[in-house]
């Protein structure tokens, strides 16, 4: 069997990408799933943290998101047997590549695919229906009421963001980074045919013109935002910034202005600064700030796989299935 593997001699190099011959995987043992490929996603590969985590390699597997068939369970798989349909992400240091006929993993980076959802929706949706889920559930703790704003919501993390999120009772706004992004978002509609919109107030940033937090502390009646979920955000002034990021993420400033009192900011800033003028605002509000990382659960191996699994078991019996049903008719 052949997988696909990405090769890169040294850092600020072109990557290039390789199917290479696999030998045929040992006996599965143990905790230890073996599984038929239906469907994978081809997700960003993030060199700077391989990097950072000691796992360079010369060639690195590609494809981690990954839905199939089982055909084999090691003598200790409690949660499946043969022939269940699974969907999954294989850690960050599996030697597997997902773009191949057959791998093997543990069963802790699986869970039941929802019968309705098809093989690739179910690889397509799981990494971002993760990450929305630990965003909203475990570091906000959203209920119903709360007003939530989530930055870019036209993308993929979040589009299945707001319908976690108004699933859950919030009020939501999202920002818009363009023309067709806020028509797409306000033709955002539950399946179960209500009328109402999922977002209840768009805002376009596109054209750099409209302040993110006057709209916001006006939706709020000047009380402010619960919740916020970003897409980055602008640390320094006009002059040290990129020119493109200036007119489409918020200033920092911004973000704590209009975070409500008790208020989460969860960010995806990997270097985020905050200045001392910063905390004590933020310490004043009683809010918190805390960190999205995409690969949580690969920040150790067996204690963090059983992380992945419940996180995964509980999304799948609550609003994950919702998601996609919901996302996909």
Known sequence: MKGLYFQQSSPGEEISFVFQERENLPDIKDNY????????????????????????????????????????????????????????????????????????????????????????????????????????HSLSHLSPGKSVLIMDGASAFGTIAIQLAHHRGAKVISTAYSLEDKQYLERLRPAIGLKQPLVVRVIDVS?????????????????????????????????????????LLPHKHDIITLLGVGGHWITTEENLQLDPPDSHCLFLKGATVSFLNDEVWNLSNVQQGKYLCTHLKRCNGEAIIWCFQTSFG
């Open 33 to 136: 799933v073996k599984l038929q490929v239906k469907a994978c996603a081809l997700s960003w590969i993030n060199t700077k943290l391989l990097s950072e985590m000691k796992l360079e390699k010369e060639f690195f597997p590609v494809g981690r998101e990954i839905a199939g068939v089982v055909l084999e369970v090691g003598s200790k798989v409690s949660f499946f047997h043969p022939d269940d349909e699974v969907v999954g992400i294989l850690p960050l240091d599996s030697e597997e590549s997902g773009v191949c006929e057959i791998v093997r993993i543990h069963e802790h980076y699986l869970v039941h695919k929802p019968e309705k959802v098809t093989w690739a929706e179910a690889a397509g949706v799981i990494r971002d229906g993760i990450r929305s889920y630990t965003a909203l």
């Open 207 to 247: 054209n750099g013109k409209v302040d993110v937090a006057e709209s916001c502390l006006e939706e709020t009646g000047g009380i402010g935002v619960d919740i916020i979920l970003d897409a980055g955000v602008r640390l320094y002034s006009k002059d040290d910034e990129p020119a493109l990021k200036l007119h």
